[in-house]
Each structure stands twice: as structure tokens, then as C-alpha cells.
């Protein structure tokens, strides 16, 4: 089955600077991946995705890279705000098998001002 | 439009008790799915529902049980509760199965369920 681990638990950035938060994946017939942002007392929201025939995909402020050679990808937050303050996951999942997203445990990012 | 809702938002219920939580998802998706989060095991899934059937279900137990009705709505039961089903249930709505279509499932903000 897939299991998706994220590197860090918590993460604290400075406003202003950028953020990474990193996140690997067991499966590799996964093939899309997805990022959410989870505030207090909230649900997750999405925030970027990404296919495996892409290594990059950019948002806005936000860019996923992502290295189908060592099942790993990353997400990168441009000048990190306070209100980036959240919890982060990263979900993979196998498209072609018609199975669920499967969730990492999560990275807390906390922006000091 | 209208978000996914979730009823009741918080609930407190003893051992050996059941509990029977709501989801209403955006309207126009067929897709509902239901999710525990704990801090230590993160959101772990538990099913999906697609056109009032079960498209896939996650690794719990049986007590764990959820239906969805044909105006997509649906619902998730705890029979017997134990201290450990204590946790956020979340549930996602999505216009396809499993949301991988459109990439984006639309989460509520949960119902939290405390077992004493």
C-alpha cells in the first residue's frame, strides 16, 4: 500500500523568507499529488497539485516539485506570510487503481514575525 | 455556494456509546468521503461514497459504518465507542469519484467527537 511521510514535523520560517516542506512517498506507481493547507479549527484546503508527467507546477506564491526518482516532493511557499501559518500535508494516490489519497502525518509551519 | 457542512461540529459521547455524524456536501457532488484526523496518525481514510455506494473503504473496523443517501448526503455511524475513536472526523465532497478528476476535494470543517 502507499504510506506518505513528511520530513519535519514542525518548520519555522521568518515573514518574508521562503518556506520548504518536504514530503516522501512509498508507492511508485503513484501518480498525482496534492497539496493541502489545514488551519486551526479548520478543514484541509487545497492549494496545488501536481501529475507525475510534470516535475514543477507553480501557483501562486506556491511551487511542487516533484522527484518520481527518489518518491519525493516538495513544496515551496514564496515570501511566507503570517496568515501561511498551518499545517501542511501532501497526499499521493494511484489514479490508475481507483484507490483513496492517501495523507501524510502533516508539517506545522509557523511564521515569526 | 454553499460549502460542505458537517453536523454536529462537537459532541461528546461515553464508551460503549454510538454516534451518528452528517455531511452535506457542495452542491452537484457525488462524491463524499470521510476522513479521521489524530495528531499522532494524521487523516487516515475511511470511505467513499459515489452515487449512494461505497467506492472504496479504509482500514477500519467494522463498528465504523457509513451509508449515502441519493441526494448525496451522507452519513457516517460509531457503533460501541472506545476512547481511542476519539478525533476530528472530516468529510470531503468532490464532483468525481475520489476527486482525482478536478484534483480538489472540498473538506468541511469536521465533526469533533470526544469519548469519555
Redesign the interface.
Known sequence: GESVGLHLPTLSVQEGDNSIINCAYSNSASD?F?W?KQES??????II?IRSNMDKRQGQRVTVLLNKTVKHLSLQIAATQPGDSAVY?CAA?N?GT?????????TRLQVTL | KAGVTQTPRYLIKTRGQQVTLSCSPISGHRSVSWYQQTPGQGLQFLFEYFSETQRNKGNFPGRFSGRQFSNSRSEMNVSTLELGDSALYLCASSQSAGGLDTGELFFGEGSRLTVL
Open positions: 498525482y496534492i493541502y479549527g479548520k478543514g484541509p484546503q487545497f497539485d500535508f494516490v489514479t481507483a484507490s483513496k489519497l492517501t495523507f501524510g502525518t502533516g
